[in-house]
Every structure is written in structure tokens, then in C-alpha cells.
């Protein structure tokens, strides 16, 4: 079959690898794609967001099946005029990507049907923000209640952090008309965990679970970014835990998007803090995470066309999800200056030190091919991962193969899951 990827980041760079595997594909289209998608798909110069473009491409190719990576898509509506032009595709619809496309929504949805989640306000009116404010407890978080890259978050410790916060997206619109409604919620403690998992509409089956590092620095220090880091399973998510959220959250949240008139097919992204009252939910995605992807997808055991058949099929439930007994960690490298301001164009070095070498991957997001060989193309370059028999071992093995490639201006987090240690 001929399989129709979209998207240019790490995370379709692993769909594709794992489309690769499936030996009912014999053929992988990525539009965009990047240099690192480009060994084992043909990219074409199509972005995300054309989607006449991508119809045409997919229907003029017989595509038989369309996987759609990134969040913009959806919630625009491109899983809509795929199924329109009868192309067979995975993600959800413009009505159910809304789970993710509006904060507002999805904390109203949690709210009705009794998901555990923070409390919250929903703004419209930045003066009404800022008068609530004034009486709110701190720490506080502040959410921009449509797509913004990951960043639209703020954690804001003080009342004029607050205030700068509610300027910032609702009048200044840093992040675009993402920031015409603003959810402002209490600030949860405890360990965050993100647990993907497939829906048919009906049915969902959990996927191993993971933890990402967003924060740019450090000890979980400045700016959020897309993901600097993350690793696979995640040893605070117990059995215990997992039986929980199965219960109270998994399960209710796709029960919840039917009963609206919104049955949700794709995957459904759980963000998880695991608080002393129990887990609740942070955020919900509508798509694989990035980097979270990368160190789940490696270790499932699936033929990944059998699950995404079997979601778009309604069919999910006879499928046992199986993942393989060992970790993976994924070590994103970025350009300096990421994610506010940083460079592009320049020479990356060492990518064929991956070649021929199991259990370590270099899945590309910001690059591309030039006449001076591979060069760096976005603020997040390469997720370098590893596998190894537990998470210590995975992790050394990661942080080993990182230093195998190099760019100027090359910047890495030194902790990625450095909090194993404390399991």
C-alpha cells in the first residue's frame, strides 16, 4: 500500500520509521518531510496546511492511507477533506481535534462528565482576568485556549507575573489568535507523565507511557518549548495509577466526545500530573506527542498500519497492544537561542555514525538537504534516541550517541530523565 505522511518533524520522522517496518507498505510519501524522513520516504514540497494541495497529491497518487502528524492540521479540518475526497485517514475529525484545538472546551468537556482535572476560569475579557487575579492563590497557570506550539503555557509564581502573563496573550497576542480566550487554572504538584493512546471512536487502548521535559534549561528551568527531552516507560506510573486512569479518565474522555456528537478517531495524547489526590488531567492532545512519539512508537511490537486499520475501521478492540520490556530515551538537540531567537544553515556532522548501529535512532525535525550536505532548519534539530534494557542504561546510551553529531550553536539539556534516579 502507499501510505501518505504529514508533517516534517521528529515525530512523523518516526511514523515513518515505523511505516517502514509494515510489509504491507511498499511505498512512503511525506509532505513536507525533512532530510531525515528523506531516507526512507519520498518528500514532497507540499506544508501541512495546503490542503487542496494534499488532496490533489494523495488522490492523484492512490494513496491508500494518510497519516496526519502535526496538531494545525487537524484542528483544521484536513482529516475532514481527506475522508471527503474518500482518502482513508488517521486523525480525528475538525469536531473531535477540538479535544485539543480549545483548552476551554476540553476543561468544560472534563467538567461535565467528571474527569479529574484542575480547577479553572475560562476569559474572554482581559479586564475580567485581571480582576480575578487579584484574589487568586499563587503559584497560578495561565493557558492560551488554542494551538501554540506547546509555549502557550505560563506558570506564574506572583500577581504582576500574572498580570505581564494576561498582556502577553491576550493583548499583546504572543501567540497569535490563540490567545483570544484564556483559561486560567490552579497549579497542580506532582509528577507529570503523558500516556498516549489509539480510539476507534468507541474503543481506546493504552500505549506505554512516557515522560517529556518542556521546560528549556535544566533542572526544568526558562521557557517552554515543543519538548527537549523525554523518556519510555515512565516508573511512576504504577499499576495501580494505570488502572485508575483507564477507569476515571481514559475511557470517560472517549465516552464524553461520542455522547457530544464528536467520536474521536486517532490518538488521544493524555497529559498527566499524578497529584496527592490522584492523577488528573493536564491537557489533552490529539496527536502523537513530539518528542513523546519517538521512544513509544520504537518500542511497540505492532505492525503500526494493523492498529491505525483497525482505529479507522472501528475495529480497535481486537487489537492487543503490545510494547517490548526495555526504555527508551529521547535527547532533543536544538539550535542556541531556541525557542526564542536562533540561527539556521548550519552543517551537521556525525549522522552516519547512526548507520547500521540497533537500538539507536536519529530522528530528524528542523533539517534539510543542501549543496553543503545536511543543515539545521528549525530551533529543535535532531531527537537522538536509545534503547536500552532499563531506563539508567537507555539513558547513558542516549547521551553517548548525542555526542556523535555535532553543529554550531548545538544545545541539549543534560538531565533528560534525570528523575529516574529518584524512582
Not at 210 to 215: E, I, L, M, N
Not at 242 to 255: A, G, S
Not at 311 to 339: H, M
Amino acid at each position: 500500500m502507499k501510505v501518505l505522511i504529514v508533517g516534517s518533524g521528529g515525530r512523523e520522522h518516526a511514523l515513518a520509521y515505523s511505516v517502514s517496518l509494515s510489509p504491507k507498505v511498499d511505498k512512503i510519501f511525506c509532505c513536507p518531510g525533512n532530510a531525515g524522513i528523506a531516507e526512507i520516504a519520498e518528500c514532497v514540497d507540499i506544508k501541512a496546511m495546503e490542503f487542496d494541495r494534499l488532496v490533489w497529491f494523495a488522490k492523484t497518487n492512490e494513496v491508500d492511507l494518510c497519516i496526519i502528524g502535526p496538531d494545525d492540521p487537524l484542528v483544521g479540518g484536513l482529516a475532514d477533506a481527506m475522508q471527503e475526497a474518500k482518502v482513508p485517514v488517521f486523525g480525528p475529525l475538525k469536531d473531535a481535534a477540538i479535544l485539543e484545538g480549545s483548552k476551554a472546551f476540553s476543561k468544560d468537556l472534563m467538567k461535565k462528565y467528571g474527569i479529574p482535572t484542575s480547577a479553572y476560569e475560562v476569559f474572554d475579557d482581559p479586564a475580567e482576568a485581571l480582576k480575578y487575579l487579584d484574589n487568586a492563590r499563587f503559584p497560578i497557570v495561565l493557558k492560551a485556549d488554542g494551538l501554540a506550539l506547546g509555549k502557550g503555557v505560563l506558570i506564574c509564581e506572583t500577581l504582576d507575573q500574572a498580570r505581564n502573563g494576561v498582556k502577553e496573550i491576550m493583548l499583546d497576542k504572543k501567540f497569535g489568535t490563540a490567545g483570544n480566550k484564556l483559561v486560567i487554572e490552579e497549579f497542580l504538584k506532582g509528577r507529570e507523565v503523558s500516556v498516549l493512546t489509539f480510539c476507534d471512536g468507541k474503543t481506546i487502548k493504552v500505549m506505554s507511557s512516557a515522560q517529556d521535559h518542556k521546560r528549556i534549561g535544566d533542572g526544568d528551568t526558562g521557557l517552554n518549548t515543543g519538548g527537549m527531552g523525554t523518556f519510555s516507560p515512565s516508573p511512576f506510573y504504577t499499576k495501580k495509577i494505570d488502572e485508575y486512569c483507564r477507569k476515571n479518565i481514559y475511557k470517560p474522555t472517549v465516552d464524553a466526545m461520542q455522547k457530544e456528537g464528536r467520536p474521536f478517531k486517532g490518538v488521544i495524547f493524555f497529559g498527566l500530573m499524578l497529584t496527592e489526590d490522584g492523577p488528573k488531567v493536564l491537557e489533552y492532545n490529539a496527536r502523537f506527542g513530539d518528542p513523546e512519539a519517538q521512544v513509544v512508537l520504537i518500542r511497540m511490537k505492532n505492525d503500526i498500519i494493523d492498529v491505525i486499520m483497525a482505529c479507522i475501521e472501528g475495529k480497535l478492540s481486537r487489537v492487543k497492544l503490545e510494547f517490548e520490556d526495555n526504555a527508551a530515551v529521547c535527547v532533543c538537540i536544538a539550535e542556541n537561542g531556541y525557542p526564542v531567537k536562533y540561527n539556521k544553515g548550519h552543517v551537521i556532522t556525525g549522522l552516519e555514525k547512526f548507520d547500521g548501529m540497533d537500538g539507536y535512532f536519529c530522528f530528524h525535525a528542523g533539517t534539510k538537504k543542501s549543496s553543503r550536505g545536511i543543515v539545521t532548519n528549525g530551533g529543535r534539530v535532531l531527537g537522538i534516541t536509545a534503547k536500552g534494557p532499563d531506563l539508567r542504561q537507555a539513558r547513558a546510551n542516549a547521551y553517548e550517541a548525542v555526542t556523535w553529531v555535532d553543529f554550531e550553536g548545538k544545545y541539549y539539556r543534560k538531565d533528560i530523565g534525570k528523575a529516574i534516579d529518584e524512582a
